[in-house]
């Protein structure tokens, strides 16, 4: 649920990265937090276990410049991945504008990547969202591992919508700055679509 | 169920921003957010210096969120009102209407017993304020023009251009 303030001219919008455990959604925000310009970006908060996973939330405020005349800024989040902290994921997809999903590209994995990405359809639905009607990319994370599935395979499991997709290895940043671009594009565009 | 789209017009703030402003006076606080759940800030005022209030706004709408579903599972509807007693700083955070949170940051010039009578009445302006807003936005009764309606994809794509 995008904020319109006109009195400071400023348009919100949240995006939540979504996804398996340890798939990588925080270590998209942290390379974010690391590559963007001090101006643009705001404090990088991670609340998390002592052994670094996330325990709620990861937030990074971001500022993407200036569309006609309206500062756009965008509130990226990050779900608690492990399948036991649902309750949490529920809430802080509360208000999501666009949806970034990040599979996790091991063989091993595609069977968490699916339960995530149910998860993620009741979670929406319980909220009155469709994940087919949300601004929404995937992201392969991890292309680079030698157990990586085929992107055939990926693709054909874990986007039946055909929504915009992207390999990524987030640990050097290939592909993070393009799937943002992308669910931020879509979201602008959806706001648009609203608007008229 | 889905929530409609939050849109503030220079009035409003005006109006908001009058109440929040009273109420940091009243209040003796040192400072005042209004915060919606999703971790949007909204309005501040007082004594901001030093005070990261994104990061608050986000913050505090996790502790509302996590702290409601706590409420539902202990069977109640939620907790409407929290309070942070620190060394030096205080935090109070109180719903307003379904979808706005008043934080309210005091020290020792004031008192919870304060700053709880003045957050009730500030908190029924601003429900009133906010359910004003809702109901324009759910009839369309605003004239406004929104900005997106003139936003071409140029636009979009220049806003990504390295």
Do not use: W
Request: aromatic share 8%.
């Amino acid at each position: 649920m995008s904020f319109i303030n006109y009195s400071s001219r400023e348009i919100n919008c949240k995006i939540v990265y979504y996804g398996p455990g340890l798939c990588g959604k925080t270590t998209n925000l942290q390379h974010i937090y690391l590559k963007t310009n001090p101006k643009v970006k705001g404090k990088m908060i991670s609340l998390a276990t002592e052994t670094e996973r996330t325990l709620f939330f990861d937030f990074l405020p971001l500022a993407l410049g200036e569309i006609r005349g309206f500062k756009t800024r965008f509130h990226l989040y990050t779900v608690p991945g492990q399948v036991f902290y649902d309750a949490s994921r529920k809430l802080i997809l509360k208000g999501v504008d666009g949806v970034v999903f990040v599979a996790d590209s091991q063989v091993e994995r595609m069977e968490a990547n699916l339960e995530s990405l149910d998860n993620l359809k009741i979670n929406l639905k319980e909220q009155g969202l469709e994940l087919d009607k949300v601004p929404y990319v995937i992201q392969y994370n991890k292309r680079d591992l030698p157990n990586a599935a085929p992107l055939v395979e990926l693709q054909r499991l874990c986007n039946p919508y055909g929504v915009p997709e992207f390999g990524a290895k987030a640990t050097t940043g290939e592909g993070v700055f393009q799937t943002l671009k992308a669910v931020a594009k879509l979201v602008l565009a959806d706001l648009k679509k609203m608007g008229s | 169920m889905h929530e409609s789209q939050l849109v503030m017009q220079q009035e409003d703030f005006d109006v908001l921003n009058a109440i929040i402003n009273k109420l940091v006076r009243d209040a003796n606080a040192r400072g005042i957010f209004v915060v919606d759940k999703a971790g949007q800030l909204i309005a501040e005022t007082g004594e901001l210096q030093g005070i990261d209030s994104t990061s608050l706004a986000s913050l505090t709408a996790g502790c509302i969120a996590a702290t409601g579903g706590l409420a539902k599972i202990v069977g109640e509807e939620e907790f409407p009102t929290h309070f942070h007693q620190g060394a030096r700083d205080n935090l109070h955070m109180t719903l307003v209407g379904d979808r706005m949170i008043l934080v309210v940051i005091f020290d020792d010039r004031s008192s919870l017993g304060l700053v709880r009578l003045r957050v009730k009445k500030a908190g029924n302006e601003l429900g009133k304020l906010f359910e004003g807003i809702r109901k324009r936005a759910e009839t369309g009764a605003q004239s406004l023009t929104l900005p997106f309606s003139e936003i071409t994809d140029d636009d979009i794509d220049n806003l990504f251009s390295d």
